[in-house]
């Protein structure tokens, strides 16, 4: 049974930092992409950022919101991606979902099966 458990969501300030974590359990070597996904109170899904875990070093692409100030990472020992927030802004309130799937892409979240519960940001100004 594949299980996504994010943590780290938390309040902050505008110019504060944040590191989410993604603990994957279940995950085949099929689904080598991990991604980071948001939804902000009556927006749309916004993908953020993903990572492919199948190259050695891994490659990583990202929302143009958050290029320069998100960084996404995978730690293979603990099966465990991180997003690296800094520079937050009141725009990066969300709730943040953690993805995986098969497809090195953020234009479609169909194509990341299985998600995690959400963990909350909250950035006040």
């Known amino acids: 049974q594949v299980q996504l458990v994010e943590s780290g969501g938390d309040s902050v300030q505008a110019g504060g930092s944040l590191r989410l974590a993604c603990a994957a359990s279940g995950l085949t070597y099929i689904n080598k992409v991990m991604g980071w996904f948001r939804r902000a109170p009556g927006k749309e899904r916004e993908g953020v950022a993903a990572?492919?875990?199948?190259?050695?070093?891994?490659?990583?692409i990202y929302a143009d919101s958050v290029k320069g100030r998100f960084t996404i990472s995978h730690d293979h020992a603990k099966s465990t991606v991180y997003l690296q927030m800094n520079g937050l802004t009141p725009d990066d309130t969300a709730m943040y979902y953690c993805?995986?799937?098969?497809?090195?892409?953020?234009?479609?979240?169909?194509?990341?099966?299985?998600w995690g519960q959400g963990t909350q940001v909250t950035v006040s100004s």
């Open positions: 990572i492919y875990t199948g190259t050695a070093p891994t490659q990583s």
């Open positions: 993805a995986a799937g098969r497809v090195f892409t953020l234009d479609s979240a169909s194509d990341f099966y299985y």
